[in-house]
């Protein structure tokens, strides 16, 4: 993962018709490749979410690094928007893909050319 996709909702989600909705975005989410965990949850009518452990000698990354989330559900497991890294100062398409206690996110810069994706598992 580079520098970009730190938080990949990172590359990677909020003003959504309704929070509601999003409840199951909500909670603390471990990255895949184990180099982070971040806690989704409201910031003020948006989604934010922050990392709140980064694997120490990560490059990049830190604790507190936030994503704020602007996605609205387009199916009952899929949601899509934008989302801007606030430390970077760079905002992402983003989709995210729920099943289960599995989520999976995919941030594009440049019109889509560039896009990384990240799977996470729920720790609630």
């Known amino acids: 993962m580079t520098s970009r996709t730190g938080l990949l909702f990172a590359l990677p989600m909020a003003a959504l018709p309704c929070l ?7 909670g603390v ?6 180099k982070a965990q971040v806690r989704v949850d ?3 009518e948006d989604l934010c979410a922050t990392n709140i452990w980064v694997k120490p000698g ?3 990354e830190r604790v ?9 559900p387009v199916s009952q497991s899929r949601y ?4 801007r890294d606030v430390r970077r100062g760079m905002t992402y398409s ?7 206690a599995a989520m999976r996110t995919r941030g594009c810069v440049l019109g889509k050319l560039i896009c990384r994706s990240a ?3 729920s720790m609630n």
Do not use: F, Y
């Open 80 to 83: 899509e928007g934008k989302a």
């Open 29 to 34: 989410w471990a990255r895949g490749d184990g």
């Open 58 to 60: 990560t490059r990049h």
């Open 94 to 100: 983003m989709e995210i893909s729920l099943e289960g």
């Open 42 to 44: 409201r910031c003020g």
């Open 119 to 121: 799977d996470w598992t």
């Open 64 to 72: 507190g690094d936030k994503l704020i989330m602007d996605v609205e």
């Open 20 to 26: 509601a909705e999003a409840s199951e975005l909500m």
